[in-house]
């Protein structure tokens, strides 16, 4: 057989190849639908994706330090610290956010809050000279109460929490005194209104309630 008589009949076969191999695959995707019809999904249907896994990291738990939180005496007269865990990060003023959360969250003993429980956190800041910035909102001041010891009693529990070697974060400073501000803007005349915070406020023992042996029970 010549070549010129080759060359149409390698054509027919491969054509013919061609048809069966297309025939195939039609029928194949004939019963794949049929058997997802039968399954009740729809053959057209985009399918689903996979399942998200679980991250997994390899960071280590979050560390935590003991530290009290001053709330007021049962009688509320002065300020008990009640330990509580906080997590405990690298920077002091992440830690002081922690603090005041728990804080803000209220006592877990026979203690009395301090802080109002619908007041929020607007912002925490710290400066170089160890000075903390807290802007708390509005219910700071709408929500509590307004007699001049439990005005002392929200203050200083607060700056007393802050002010506290255990949440200064390492190569950070610490916390040296505690500016208010409600609503980004220093509290006005009506709260409090028997004490100044146009000034940061500093730590003061005397406002804890001593322990036995004389000592206020500041960490």
């Not at 054509?11 to 297309?22: D, E, I, R, S």
């Not at 200083?156 to 505690?178: C, F, H, M, W």
Request: hydrophobic share 45%; with cysteine.
């Amino acid at each position: 057989m010549s070549d010129l008589r080759k060359t149409p009949f390698l054509k027919k076969v491969f054509f013919a190849m061609w048809a069966m191999f297309t025939l195939v695959l039609l029928f194949s995707v004939v019963l794949l639908a049929s058997e997802l019809v039968r399954l009740g999904r729809n053959p057209l249907a985009l399918p689903e994706a996979l399942p998200e896994l679980p991250k997994t990291s390899d960071a280590a738990p979050a560390e935590t330090r003991e530290i009290p939180l001053y709330f007021a005496s049962p009688d509320g007269r002065l300020l008990v610290g009640e330990t509580r865990q906080i997590a405990y990060t690298g920077r002091t003023v992440e830690n002081c956010r922690n603090a005041l959360a728990a804080l803000i969250g209220g006592p877990i003993t026979a203690l009395q809050r301090v802080i109002p429980q619908a007041t929020g956190i607007r912002g925490v800041y710290l400066l170089d000279n160890g000075e903390l910035i807290v802007d708390f909102t509005a219910a700071l001041q709408t929500d509590a109460k307004k007699s001049a010891s439990e005005e002392s009693l929200v203050v200083y529990g607060v700056v007393n929490t802050l002010a506290q070697p255990a949440l200064k974060g390492e190569k950070d400073i610490p916390v040296r005194s505690v500016r208010f501000l409600v609503g980004g803007l220093p509290p006005d005349e009506t709260y409090p209104a028997h004490l100044d915070l146009t000034s940061p406020v500093t730590p003061d023992p005397q406002w804890l309630l001593a322990t036995e042996g004389g000592q206020s029970n500041h960490a």
